[in-house]
């Protein structure tokens, strides 16, 4: 899969070469092409906003920079392209829109900063491919890039051999295969005692059936307590 990033911090997307992501990108799974907006500036002082029609604060970027950087981006890339528009006024990104993600051949991602970018591009270029206008979470960043790493970091986990064991996406929280797309429940591993706090006996007795029960129940607990929002109750989780 090829992502492409366009933004004016180029550097922020370091980090996207270690761990997983980096190793994603080491064995040829995910092709990263990260671009600097200002080259396709034309003023000596590289500006990529203005001020708002209609006035008020802040600054807005310029379509015209926008639309070079998207139309040398997109060329040579696949119609079947997703270009993603982080900002907070877009659609939540969930599970589900990652795992539709991690079929497509490629994704641009155009990181806004300031008040965002000029609506007319997304006017112009939702002609030719899908736009997703995307929010990570109901909070307002300074831009786009952190959201770009979200994206990649949990689409990358998705491909085949990313993961050491790929059993353990299929088991996450919101999985498709975990019963309603709950939350994963709490997890324990050695020592069995630690400062006077033991292991749940269910999970050291080696009945597989008792385990799966108990997994199931907490799942559930939690869903109920820290996500009521799902409204995932009892029989949309276990089917019964
Ligand atoms: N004026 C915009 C609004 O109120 O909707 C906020 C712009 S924000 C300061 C600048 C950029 O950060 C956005 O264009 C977007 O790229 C990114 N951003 C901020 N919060 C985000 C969120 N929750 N989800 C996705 N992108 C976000």
Not at 23 to 34: E, F, N, S, W, Y
Not at 111 to 130: L, M, N, P, T
Not at 168 to 196: C, H, I, M, N
């Amino acid at each position: 899969m090829r992502v492409d990033v366009v933004t004016v911090f180029p550097e922020y997307l370091a980090p996207a070469r270690l761990s997983l992501l980096g190793k994603a990108i080491g064995a040829g799974t995910l092709q990263l092409h990260v671009h600097d907006l200002r080259k396709w500036t034309t003023d000596r002082h590289r500006t990529v906003d203005d001020t708002p029609y209609g006035g008020g604060p802040g600054m807005v970027m310029r379509p015209d920079v926008w639309g070079d950087a998207l139309d040398d981006v997109l060329e040579s890339l696949s119609p079947e392209t997703r270009i993603v528009v982080p900002t907070p006024s877009g659609i939540p990104l969930t599970q589900r829109r990652v795992e539709d993600y991690a079929q497509v051949p490629g994704l641009v991602i155009a990181c806004g900063r300031y008040e965002g970018i000029d609506a007319r591009v997304w006017q112009h270029f939702s002609k030719r491919f899908a736009v997703d206008e995307l929010s990570i979470g109901d909070y307002v960043l300074a831009g786009g890039e952190v959201v770009s790493l979200v994206i990649l970091e949990a689409v990358a986990r998705l491909m085949p051999g990313v993961l050491g064991n790929e059993a353990s996406a299929a088991d996450d929280s919101f999985a498709q295969d975990r019963p309603g797309g709950a939350l994963e429940g709490p997890v324990y591993t050695k020592p069995r005692s630690w400062r006077g706090l033991d292991v749940p006996t269910v999970l050291t007795g080696g009945d597989h059936g008792k385990v799966a029960e108990w997994r199931l129940q907490q799942s559930l607990r939690r869903t109920a307590s820290n996500r009521p929002d799902l409204g995932l109750g009892t029989e949309e989780i276990t089917g019964q």
